[in-house]
């Protein structure tokens, strides 16, 4: 069975400009990156009226397992088989990060005949966002510790800077650090510390800025640091939001590409969904919205986290409002759920599929509640059988109320996605969505927090230490109270546990830190012990990535 990597460079690409001819995009709005990747002028893009009519479907998952769900893979299916059947569709997707993909995860364009290509660039590199990100944010870094070294006119607390450098690696020795180290001429030695890009704030301010002149704005109201007297210290006092600003003026144009069967996708932004918001760009998905019919969009890891951000940060600032939810599920990971092995997941277990439903049920039932239709799709595998398929599409149909589609986008490309494109089109012609978010704005921060985890997670409690409560407490004074929540947890439960699947209840959420993203308009709650920089595995997958003797690369499953 050839590899994901085989099949996309078998694919025959198209020029990039008649993939943007099919959207009505003119060739002098591309900038262009090589024959098969372009950037969308930004101009253009302003000038684009609303498109009556067009829709917005969210592809989320189950609780994610080592078994895998397919998420992408099925954004990029149902994408396709919706342009096969007739339909104006585009995708939207995250850009890959190089920590997962040197890391545990590997490659994240898709898979089989269901890819976006291409692949090698998508996956490494691209055209430059994340270093621009990368580079943006430790340019503010250095910017601050430049004013505390020239005579610290802020009056900068060096015990109370709380803006940390960014780097789109795994390195966990980068956590905690002592910087400054040296002569004086090296600066204030203190404590500080890295986190993956992707969990940045300036990478979230650069997918939930509506454009450039937003971008700057939010820049400038970023909490960098505080006062002895904790009066706070924003980018804007540093004159960082121009700089910024210039960095980043390429990369928040949004980047076209195609899948293997011709459709237009664009790929933009990359926050992780378990540490981060979870969705690609605003910028992306409106400009989708004003050029299709169908804007097909993804979140990431399980809906407890990726769909849940959508709809309460990304849709409550950009004004979105999703018409379908499909959430992706497998035969394989439903069976881990339900307790089986990794290693036994060939073996046919109906019983043990049924077990794993609460996660999938908890799921829908979650979805729900934001007021949108939800249809399942079952991502195929070949040691699927027919009768852990009709269980669950049987459960589906007589439990949770919704369609269960069987889909074979992997093996058929569109092909295998049209019966879920034909039911996403009649669903929401059916079932018109009345969406609203999870919480108000007005709710004390600590409530959101409580909301999520009782109403979503089904936790009994949140703990919460009383200097956690207090600084809290410190920011709705300051202002910041009707900002959303923006939780990081495990992605692989609903708990704070990660080994804990299914669908617990009856769990305490631990809530270990709370950091402020002034700019990007959110309050991250760091429960457990999950890490804002993650590590290496033992053995990672850049073990496996090397360069062929005729310079391809291989390895990038």
Known sequence: MPTDIEIARAATLKPIAEIAKKIGIPEDALHLHGKHIAKVDDRFIAELPKKAGAKLVLVTAISPTPAGEGKTTTTVGLGDALNSIGESAVMCLREPSLGPVFGMKGGAAGGGKAQVVPMEQINLHFT???????????????????????????????????????????DRTLRHIISGVGSPTNGYT??????????????????????????????????VAYTPDKKPITASDVDAQGSLGVLLRDALRPNLVQSIEGSPAFIHGGPFANIAHGCNSVIATTTGLKLADWTVTEAGFGADLGAEKFMDIKCRYAGLSPDVIVIVAT???????????????????????????????????????????????INHFIADTDAEIEALQTACREDFGVEAVLCKHWADGAK????????????????????????????????????????????????????????????????????PVCIAKTQNSFSSDPTAYGAPTGHTLPIREVRLSAGAGFIVVICGDLMTMPGLPKVPASANIKLLPDGTIDGIA
């Open 128 to 170: 430059g966002d994340f270093h621009a990100i990368t580079s943006a944010n430790n340019l503010l870094a250095a910017l601050v510790d430049n004013s505390l070294y020239w005579g610290n006119p802020l009056n900068i607390d060096p015990r109370r800077i709380v803006f940390r450098r960014v780097l789109d690696m795994n």
């Open 190 to 223: 203190r404590e500080a510390g890295f986190d993956i890009t992707v969990a940045s704030e300036i990478m979230a301010i650069f997918c939930l800025a509506n454009d450039l002149k937003d971008l700057e704005e939010r820049i400038g109201r970023i909490v």
């Open 331 to 377: 035969v394989r990971a439903l069976k881990m759920h339900g307790g089986v092995a990794k290693n036994d997941l060939k073996s046919e277990n109906v019983e043990a599929l049924k077990a794993g439903l609460v996660n999938l049920g908890r799921h829908i039932e979650n979805t729900k509640k934001f007021g949108v239709p939800v249809v399942v799709g």
């Open 416 to 483: 295998g996605a049209e019966e879920l494109a034909r039911t996403v089109v009649k669903v929401a012609a059916e079932q018109k969505a009345d969406f609203k978010v999870l919480y108000p704005d007005d709710l004390p921060l600590l409530q959101k927090v409580e909301t999520i985890a009782k109403e979503l997670y089904r936790a009994d409690k949140v703990s919460a230490s009383a200097a956690i409560k207090k600084q809290l407490k410190e920011w709705e004074a300051a202002g910041y109270g009707k900002f």
